[in-house]
């Protein structure tokens, strides 16, 4: 491979895309990498907070499963969201990709609003489940 070879490759390479990129990558991971550094935190622990769970059943178990997915696609609402913002911002001069961002970003809000609904939805009818079980009303 030649010097010729080369500088042709890196030529053909969009920098600006491969920012692009690397910074949703990055978005999109470094939440996890947070995560991973929380301690763990036993029940002695927890000053003033009970660690007697009322239900651990499965009714338990699948509305945390929903609240981490609804978590997840929060994240990764508000990262389309800001991807869509760096679109319409470093594309203003080039309409077809200013009104690329636009729309990315109609649809991520669009996005956030399903997924607050739907956490809403989550809560409202797991106390109702919760209540009913207990024989209190609603």
Do not use: H
């Amino acid at each position: 491979m030649t010097l010729k070879n080369i500088r042709t490759k890196f030529s053909k390479i969009d920098y600006f895309k491969l920012g692009e990129r690397m910074l949703a990558t990055l978005l999109l991971v470094a939440p996890f990498r947070v995560l991973a550094d929380l301690p763990s935190v036993s029940c002695g622990q927890l000053n003033g907070i009970s660690c007697n769970s009322s239900g651990s059943g499965l009714s338990d178990l699948i509305i945390s499963i929903i609240n981490i997915a609804l978590g997840l696609a929060f994240l990764i609402a508000v990262a389309v969201l800001i991807y869509g913002g760096f679109l319409y911002i470093f594309d203003a001069g080039n309409e077809k990709s200013s009104a690329k961002g636009k729309k990315t970003i109609i649809n991520a809000i669009i996005g956030l609003v399903i997924i607050i609904l739907s956490y809403v939805i989550v809560s409202v009818i797991s106390r109702t489940v919760s209540n009913v079980g207990s024989g209190s009303p609603a």
